[in-house]
Protein backbone atom coordinates (compact mmCIF):
# COMPACT_ATOMS: atom_id res chain seq x y z
CA UNK A 1 0.00 0.00 0.00
CA UNK A 2 2.66 2.41 1.10
CA UNK A 3 4.33 1.58 -2.96
CA UNK A 4 0.97 1.96 -4.47
CA UNK A 5 0.68 5.42 -2.96
CA UNK A 6 3.65 6.63 -5.21
CA UNK A 7 2.35 4.93 -8.13
CA UNK A 8 -1.04 7.10 -7.28
CA UNK A 9 0.74 10.04 -7.51
CA UNK A 10 3.80 9.87 -10.19
CA UNK A 11 1.60 8.29 -12.74
CA UNK A 12 -0.77 11.01 -12.63
CA UNK A 13 1.83 13.62 -12.53
CA UNK A 14 4.10 12.13 -14.91
CA UNK A 15 1.32 12.46 -17.91
CA UNK A 16 0.57 15.77 -16.21
CA UNK A 17 3.70 16.84 -17.36
CA UNK A 18 4.58 14.65 -19.95
CA UNK A 19 1.30 16.11 -22.09
CA UNK A 20 -0.78 18.73 -20.38
CA UNK A 21 -3.59 17.22 -20.62
CA UNK A 22 -5.93 16.10 -17.49
CA UNK A 23 -8.39 14.34 -20.23
CA UNK A 24 -5.24 12.45 -20.77
CA UNK A 25 -5.23 11.11 -17.27
CA UNK A 26 -9.00 10.28 -16.93
CA UNK A 27 -8.31 8.34 -20.29
CA UNK A 28 -5.41 6.50 -18.69
CA UNK A 29 -7.28 5.48 -15.85
CA UNK A 30 -10.27 4.11 -17.61
CA UNK A 31 -8.29 1.82 -19.98
CA UNK A 32 -6.92 0.50 -16.50
CA UNK A 33 -10.10 0.34 -15.07
CA UNK A 34 -11.41 -1.45 -18.34
CA UNK A 35 -8.56 -4.10 -18.06
CA UNK A 36 -9.69 -4.48 -14.51
CA UNK A 37 -13.26 -4.73 -15.49
CA UNK A 38 -12.19 -7.70 -18.41
CA UNK A 39 -10.11 -9.69 -15.82
CA UNK A 40 -12.84 -9.53 -13.56
CA UNK A 41 -14.72 -12.06 -15.12
CA UNK A 42 -12.58 -14.33 -15.07
CA UNK A 43 -11.11 -13.80 -11.63
CA UNK A 44 -13.57 -15.40 -9.33
CA UNK A 45 -12.78 -18.99 -11.23
CA UNK A 46 -9.25 -19.02 -11.25
CA UNK A 47 -9.53 -17.75 -7.21
CA UNK A 48 -12.31 -20.37 -6.28
CA UNK A 49 -10.27 -23.38 -8.80
CA UNK A 50 -6.22 -22.32 -7.05
CA UNK A 51 -4.34 -21.83 -4.56
CA UNK A 52 -5.21 -18.40 -3.22
CA UNK A 53 -1.65 -18.11 -1.52
CA UNK A 54 -0.22 -18.98 -4.91
CA UNK A 55 -2.27 -16.55 -6.68
CA UNK A 56 -1.15 -13.53 -3.96
CA UNK A 57 2.54 -14.10 -4.78
CA UNK A 58 2.03 -14.26 -8.57
CA UNK A 59 0.40 -11.37 -8.80
CA UNK A 60 2.71 -9.42 -7.12
CA UNK A 61 5.98 -10.42 -8.43
CA UNK A 62 4.35 -9.95 -12.30
CA UNK A 63 3.42 -6.50 -11.21
CA UNK A 64 7.11 -5.99 -9.90
CA UNK A 65 7.89 -6.84 -13.59
CA UNK A 66 5.28 -4.68 -14.81
CA UNK A 67 6.08 -1.73 -12.77
CA UNK A 68 10.09 -1.87 -13.22
CA UNK A 69 9.97 -1.52 -17.14
CA UNK A 70 8.20 2.17 -16.74
CA UNK A 71 11.57 3.90 -14.77
CA UNK A 72 13.80 1.61 -17.34
CA UNK A 73 11.87 2.65 -20.23
CA UNK A 74 12.03 6.67 -19.53
CA UNK A 75 15.98 6.72 -19.07
CA UNK A 76 15.53 7.13 -23.32
CA UNK A 77 12.69 9.39 -22.94
CA UNK A 78 9.12 10.09 -22.12
CA UNK A 79 7.02 7.09 -23.32
CA UNK A 80 3.15 7.66 -22.38
CA UNK A 81 2.15 4.54 -25.02
CA UNK A 82 4.27 2.48 -22.56
CA UNK A 83 1.58 3.36 -19.50
CA UNK A 84 -1.44 2.68 -21.83
CA UNK A 85 0.41 -1.18 -21.96
CA UNK A 86 1.85 -1.59 -18.82
CA UNK A 87 -1.01 0.24 -16.39
CA UNK A 88 -3.74 -1.90 -17.80
CA UNK A 89 -1.98 -4.95 -17.77
CA UNK A 90 -1.32 -4.68 -14.04
CA UNK A 91 -4.83 -3.28 -13.08
CA UNK A 92 -6.17 -6.52 -14.53
CA UNK A 93 -3.58 -8.51 -12.35
CA UNK A 94 -4.48 -6.21 -9.73
CA UNK A 95 -7.94 -7.30 -10.01
CA UNK A 96 -7.15 -11.37 -9.62
CA UNK A 97 -5.01 -10.19 -6.42
CA UNK A 98 -7.90 -7.85 -4.96
CA UNK A 99 -10.40 -10.97 -5.38
CA UNK A 100 -7.73 -13.93 -3.80
CA UNK A 101 -6.89 -11.04 -1.04
CA UNK A 102 -10.98 -10.43 0.34
CA UNK A 103 -11.72 -14.21 -0.32
CA UNK A 104 -8.95 -15.02 2.45
CA UNK A 105 -9.77 -13.04 4.96
CA UNK A 106 -13.02 -15.05 6.24
CA UNK A 107 -10.80 -17.76 6.33
CA UNK A 108 -8.43 -16.39 8.65
CA UNK A 109 -10.85 -14.83 11.11
CA UNK A 110 -14.51 -16.45 10.69
CA UNK A 111 -17.58 -14.80 9.81
CA UNK A 112 -18.25 -13.04 13.50
CA UNK A 113 -15.22 -11.21 13.35
CA UNK A 114 -15.06 -10.36 9.52
CA UNK A 115 -15.59 -6.94 9.97
CA UNK A 116 -13.33 -6.04 12.08
CA UNK A 117 -10.63 -7.60 10.29
CA UNK A 118 -11.46 -5.84 7.62
CA UNK A 119 -11.23 -2.68 9.98
CA UNK A 120 -7.57 -3.84 11.09
CA UNK A 121 -6.60 -4.69 7.21
CA UNK A 122 -7.92 -1.61 6.15
CA UNK A 123 -6.31 0.96 8.81
CA UNK A 124 -2.76 -0.79 8.48
CA UNK A 125 -2.74 -0.21 4.67
CA UNK A 126 -4.25 3.66 5.25
CA UNK A 127 -1.55 4.17 8.20
CA UNK A 128 1.25 2.80 5.14
CA UNK A 129 -1.02 5.33 3.35
CA UNK A 130 -0.33 7.71 5.28
CA UNK A 131 3.50 8.45 5.16
CA UNK A 132 3.40 7.23 1.42
CA UNK A 133 2.16 10.00 -0.33
CA UNK A 134 4.23 12.37 1.52
CA UNK A 135 7.03 10.42 0.76
CA UNK A 136 6.17 10.15 -3.13
CA UNK A 137 5.37 13.98 -3.44
CA UNK A 138 9.23 14.37 -1.69
CA UNK A 139 10.48 11.83 -4.01
CA UNK A 140 9.22 12.91 -7.24
CA UNK A 141 9.77 16.84 -6.59
CA UNK A 142 13.58 15.64 -5.63
CA UNK A 143 14.40 12.81 -7.66
CA UNK A 144 11.90 12.48 -10.34
CA UNK A 145 8.50 11.05 -10.72
CA UNK A 146 10.27 8.00 -12.48
CA UNK A 147 12.18 6.77 -9.09
CA UNK A 148 8.76 6.96 -7.15
CA UNK A 149 7.44 4.41 -9.83
CA UNK A 150 10.33 2.45 -8.91
CA UNK A 151 9.61 2.73 -5.32
CA UNK A 152 6.30 1.27 -6.06
CA UNK A 153 8.00 -1.91 -8.11
CA UNK A 154 10.33 -2.97 -5.44
CA UNK A 155 6.99 -2.64 -2.98
CA UNK A 156 5.71 -5.64 -4.74
CA UNK A 157 8.31 -8.16 -4.66
CA UNK A 158 8.72 -7.26 -0.96
CA UNK A 159 5.03 -7.68 -0.51
CA UNK A 160 5.10 -11.10 -2.14
CA UNK A 161 8.48 -12.01 0.08
CA UNK A 162 5.27 -11.07 3.14
CA UNK A 163 2.71 -13.44 1.83
CA UNK A 164 4.65 -16.37 0.98
CA UNK A 165 5.37 -16.15 5.30
CA UNK A 166 1.51 -16.66 5.94
CA UNK A 167 -0.32 -19.74 5.84
CA UNK A 168 -4.09 -20.21 4.21
CA UNK A 169 -6.19 -23.01 4.80
CA UNK A 170 -7.45 -24.75 2.11
CA UNK A 171 -10.87 -23.89 0.40
CA UNK A 172 -13.43 -26.23 -0.59
CA UNK A 173 -13.86 -26.65 -4.35
CA UNK A 174 -16.59 -25.71 -6.33
CA UNK A 175 -19.40 -28.54 -6.67
CA UNK A 176 -18.63 -30.95 -9.62
CA UNK A 177 -21.84 -29.93 -11.65
CA UNK A 178 -20.53 -26.44 -12.09
CA UNK A 179 -16.73 -27.86 -12.69
CA UNK A 180 -18.34 -29.78 -15.44
CA UNK A 181 -19.88 -26.98 -16.82
CA UNK A 182 -17.24 -24.15 -17.52
CA UNK A 183 -20.54 -21.53 -18.43
CA UNK A 184 -22.20 -22.24 -14.89
CA UNK A 185 -19.05 -21.90 -13.17
CA UNK A 186 -18.35 -18.58 -14.92
CA UNK A 187 -21.55 -16.33 -14.18
CA UNK A 188 -22.73 -18.90 -10.25
CA UNK A 189 -20.99 -15.01 -9.07
CA UNK A 190 -23.38 -13.14 -10.89
CA UNK A 191 -25.92 -15.44 -10.19
CA UNK A 192 -25.94 -15.82 -6.87
CA UNK A 193 -25.53 -11.31 -6.11
CA UNK A 194 -28.82 -11.35 -8.24
CA UNK A 195 -30.79 -13.97 -6.34
CA UNK A 196 -29.61 -12.28 -2.63
CA UNK A 197 -31.87 -9.00 -2.24
CA UNK A 198 -29.37 -7.05 -0.41
CA UNK A 199 -26.52 -7.66 -2.38
CA UNK A 200 -28.25 -7.06 -5.60
CA UNK A 201 -29.61 -3.74 -4.67
CA UNK A 202 -26.08 -2.49 -3.36
CA UNK A 203 -24.06 -4.34 -6.48
CA UNK A 204 -26.26 -1.69 -8.71
CA UNK A 205 -25.87 1.35 -6.51
CA UNK A 206 -22.22 0.89 -5.86
CA UNK A 207 -21.52 0.17 -9.47
CA UNK A 208 -23.39 3.77 -9.94
CA UNK A 209 -20.94 4.94 -7.15
CA UNK A 210 -17.74 4.07 -8.60
CA UNK A 211 -18.91 5.82 -12.03
CA UNK A 212 -19.18 9.43 -10.17
CA UNK A 213 -16.18 8.80 -7.84
CA UNK A 214 -13.56 6.57 -9.87
CA UNK A 215 -12.10 9.78 -11.30
CA UNK A 216 -11.91 11.87 -8.43
CA UNK A 217 -8.45 11.61 -7.52
CA UNK A 218 -7.19 12.58 -10.41
CA UNK A 219 -9.91 15.52 -10.38
CA UNK A 220 -8.28 16.71 -6.64
CA UNK A 221 -4.75 16.47 -8.25
CA UNK A 222 -5.63 18.85 -10.86
CA UNK A 223 -7.97 20.76 -8.93
CA UNK A 224 -4.52 21.30 -6.53
CA UNK A 225 -1.98 21.91 -9.49
CA UNK A 226 -4.04 23.67 -11.85
CA UNK A 227 -6.60 25.61 -9.60
CA UNK A 228 -4.81 26.19 -6.16
CA UNK A 229 -1.05 26.32 -8.26
CA UNK A 230 0.29 23.90 -5.48
CA UNK A 231 3.63 21.74 -5.91
CA UNK A 232 4.10 18.23 -6.45
CA UNK A 233 5.29 17.57 -2.79
CA UNK A 234 1.57 19.31 -1.19
CA UNK A 235 -0.25 16.78 -3.99
CA UNK A 236 1.54 13.76 -1.79
CA UNK A 237 0.82 15.59 1.58
CA UNK A 238 -3.22 16.33 0.56
CA UNK A 239 -3.37 12.68 -0.17
CA UNK A 240 -1.12 11.63 2.87
CA UNK A 241 -3.96 13.60 4.91
CA UNK A 242 -6.59 11.96 3.34
CA UNK A 243 -5.08 8.45 4.09
CA UNK A 244 -5.66 9.44 7.91
CA UNK A 245 -9.74 9.39 7.45
CA UNK A 246 -9.26 6.19 5.19
CA UNK A 247 -7.28 5.06 8.80
CA UNK A 248 -10.04 6.60 11.02
CA UNK A 249 -12.75 4.96 9.23
CA UNK A 250 -11.38 1.62 9.41
CA UNK A 251 -10.42 1.88 12.65
CA UNK A 252 -14.45 3.10 13.52
CA UNK A 253 -16.25 0.68 11.11
CA UNK A 254 -16.84 -2.42 13.39
CA UNK A 255 -18.74 -0.22 16.14
CA UNK A 256 -20.08 2.17 14.29
CA UNK A 257 -21.47 -1.22 13.05
CA UNK A 258 -22.64 -3.01 15.83
CA UNK A 259 -23.52 0.30 17.26
CA UNK A 260 -26.42 1.25 14.58
CA UNK A 261 -26.11 -1.93 12.27
CA UNK A 262 -25.51 -2.59 8.48
CA UNK A 263 -27.67 -0.35 6.59
CA UNK A 264 -27.95 3.41 8.95
CA UNK A 265 -24.38 2.51 8.52
CA UNK A 266 -23.57 2.65 4.79
CA UNK A 267 -26.37 4.82 3.98
CA UNK A 268 -24.86 7.52 6.56
CA UNK A 269 -21.45 6.99 5.20
CA UNK A 270 -22.53 7.53 1.78
CA UNK A 271 -24.67 10.70 2.27
CA UNK A 272 -21.80 12.43 4.29
CA UNK A 273 -19.32 11.49 1.70
CA UNK A 274 -21.83 13.16 -0.99
CA UNK A 275 -21.31 16.30 1.10
CA UNK A 276 -17.92 15.72 1.44
CA UNK A 277 -17.70 16.33 -2.36
CA UNK A 278 -19.05 18.64 -3.05
CA UNK A 279 -17.15 20.65 -0.04
CA UNK A 280 -14.21 19.81 -1.93
CA UNK A 281 -15.39 22.09 -5.22
CA UNK A 282 -15.71 24.94 -2.67
CA UNK A 283 -12.74 24.45 -0.68
CA UNK A 284 -10.28 27.26 -0.86
CA UNK A 285 -7.24 26.43 0.09
CA UNK A 286 -5.09 23.87 0.33
CA UNK A 287 -5.79 22.51 4.03
CA UNK A 288 -9.34 22.63 3.81
CA UNK A 289 -9.04 20.76 0.48
CA UNK A 290 -7.68 17.78 2.84
CA UNK A 291 -9.57 17.97 5.52
CA UNK A 292 -12.42 17.13 3.55
CA UNK A 293 -10.88 14.64 1.52
CA UNK A 294 -10.18 12.53 4.71
CA UNK A 295 -13.94 13.52 5.65
CA UNK A 296 -15.26 12.01 2.26
CA UNK A 297 -12.40 8.49 2.71
CA UNK A 298 -13.10 7.90 6.00
CA UNK A 299 -16.74 7.43 5.01
CA UNK A 300 -16.15 5.13 1.99
CA UNK A 301 -14.13 3.51 4.22
CA UNK A 302 -16.63 2.42 6.64
CA UNK A 303 -19.49 2.20 3.77
CA UNK A 304 -16.71 -0.13 2.02
CA UNK A 305 -15.70 -2.19 4.58
CA UNK A 306 -19.39 -2.69 5.49
CA UNK A 307 -20.31 -4.12 2.44
CA UNK A 308 -17.48 -6.23 1.83
CA UNK A 309 -18.15 -8.30 5.02
CA UNK A 310 -21.82 -8.39 4.50
CA UNK A 311 -20.43 -10.25 0.40
CA UNK A 312 -18.27 -12.66 3.13
CA UNK A 313 -20.80 -13.33 5.38
CA UNK A 314 -23.23 -14.54 3.29
CA UNK A 315 -21.04 -16.16 0.68
CA UNK A 316 -20.50 -20.03 0.53
CA UNK A 317 -16.92 -20.23 0.53
CA UNK A 318 -16.42 -22.45 -2.87
CA UNK A 319 -18.19 -19.17 -4.51
CA UNK A 320 -16.99 -16.19 -2.60
CA UNK A 321 -13.94 -16.01 -5.29
CA UNK A 322 -16.74 -16.02 -8.09
CA UNK A 323 -19.25 -13.47 -6.20
CA UNK A 324 -16.09 -11.13 -5.55
CA UNK A 325 -15.15 -11.06 -8.94
CA UNK A 326 -18.28 -10.85 -10.18
CA UNK A 327 -19.02 -8.08 -7.78
CA UNK A 328 -15.91 -5.93 -8.87
CA UNK A 329 -16.77 -6.45 -12.35
CA UNK A 330 -20.08 -5.50 -12.35
CA UNK A 331 -19.52 -2.29 -9.65
CA UNK A 332 -16.06 -1.06 -11.88
CA UNK A 333 -18.05 -1.67 -15.04
CA UNK A 334 -18.89 2.21 -15.37
CA UNK A 335 -16.05 3.10 -13.61
CA UNK A 336 -14.06 4.10 -16.60
CA UNK A 337 -16.21 5.85 -18.82
CA UNK A 338 -17.16 8.43 -15.06
CA UNK A 339 -13.67 8.92 -14.81
CA UNK A 340 -13.15 9.66 -18.20
CA UNK A 341 -16.06 11.79 -18.23
CA UNK A 342 -15.32 13.59 -15.34
CA UNK A 343 -12.05 14.50 -16.16
CA UNK A 344 -13.35 15.51 -19.62
CA UNK A 345 -15.79 17.54 -17.54
CA UNK A 346 -12.83 19.41 -15.75
CA UNK A 347 -11.16 20.34 -18.40
CA UNK A 348 -14.46 21.72 -20.07
CA UNK A 349 -15.87 23.52 -17.36
CA UNK A 350 -13.72 23.64 -14.15
CA UNK A 351 -13.31 21.14 -11.24
CA UNK A 352 -15.95 23.11 -9.00
CA UNK A 353 -18.97 22.11 -11.36
CA UNK A 354 -17.64 18.47 -11.51
CA UNK A 355 -17.46 18.23 -7.57
CA UNK A 356 -20.92 19.19 -7.28
CA UNK A 357 -22.33 16.74 -9.63
CA UNK A 358 -20.57 13.61 -8.24
CA UNK A 359 -21.69 14.48 -4.56
CA UNK A 360 -24.99 15.28 -5.67
CA UNK A 361 -25.13 11.88 -6.93
CA UNK A 362 -23.63 10.56 -4.57
CA UNK A 363 -26.35 11.90 -2.23
CA UNK A 364 -28.79 10.84 -4.45
CA UNK A 365 -27.72 7.33 -4.24
CA UNK A 366 -28.08 7.33 -0.27
CA UNK A 367 -31.44 8.71 -0.61
CA UNK A 368 -33.11 5.80 -2.99
CA UNK A 369 -31.39 2.75 -0.84
CA UNK A 370 -33.78 4.11 2.18
CA UNK A 371 -36.32 2.63 -0.04
CA UNK A 372 -34.41 -0.76 -0.36
CA UNK A 373 -33.49 -3.95 1.60
CA UNK A 374 -30.17 -2.09 1.93
CA UNK A 375 -31.93 -0.43 5.18
CA UNK A 376 -31.58 -3.25 7.29
CA UNK A 377 -29.91 -3.55 10.25
CA UNK A 378 -28.91 -7.17 10.10
CA UNK A 379 -29.00 -8.48 6.68
CA UNK A 380 -26.39 -11.03 7.48
CA UNK A 381 -28.92 -13.03 9.51
CA UNK A 382 -30.42 -15.55 7.99
CA UNK A 383 -34.13 -15.62 7.97
Known sequence: MAGDSFALIAVPLLILHATGSVAQMGLLTGVSGVASVTAGVFAGVLVDRFDRRTLLIVCDLVRFVLYAVIPLAWLAGPRIWLLYVVLPLASAVGMVFQVAYVTAVR??????????????????????GILGPMLAGA?????????????????????????SLIRLSRHAPAPAAERDRPWRELVAGAVFLWRQPVLRVLTILLSVFIFMTLGLTDIVIYRLKHDLEQPDSVV??????????????????????????????WIGAHAIAGLAIVGIGF??????????????????????????????????????????????????????????????GAARFGSTPVFVFAGAGCLLLAVIALATPVRQRHPERPV
Open 107 to 128: GLVGDEKVTEANGKLYSTAAAA
Open 139 to 163: VAGWVGLTAAIAINAVSFAVSAIGI
Open 236 to 265: GVVLGVGAVGTMLGALVVARVRRKLGFGPA
Open 283 to 344: AGSVWGVAAIMACYLACVSVAGICSMSLRQQVTPDHLLGRVTSAFWTIHFALGPVGAAALTW
